[in-house]
């Protein structure tokens, strides 16, 4: 068994970009069962404030990422 991050980032200029799914769908193709998902995280970006110094802090979701545990059959 193997677990393998899968994720996607997302930046303002560059656009989404995904990782982790091509080795995974490969591997499943191959014949891997999937045994788990685990959770995982968010990544934020801290957007600095536009107006007044008191103004509330803005954050930006800059991506995501979870775990995928693969049994080979």
């Known amino acids: 068994?193997?677990?393998h991050d899968?994720?996607?980032r997302i930046d303002t200029n560059?656009?989404?970009a995904f990782f982790g799914f091509q080795e995974v769908n490969e591997r499943i193709k191959a014949g891997a069962?999937?045994?788990e998902l685990r959770p995982?995280?968010?990544v934020w970006t801290k957007t600095e404030p536009e107006g007044a110094?008191?103004?509330k802090v803005r954050l930006t979701l800059a991506?995501?990422?979870f775990q995928i545990v693969l049994a080979d059959s």
């Open 63 to 65: 991506g995501c990422q």
């Open 53 to 55: 110094p008191d103004e």
């Open 40 to 42: 995982g995280s968010v």
């Open 33 to 35: 069962k999937v045994v």
């Open 14 to 16: 560059k656009g989404i």
């Open 1 to 3: 068994m193997a677990a």
């Open 6 to 8: 899968l994720g996607v």
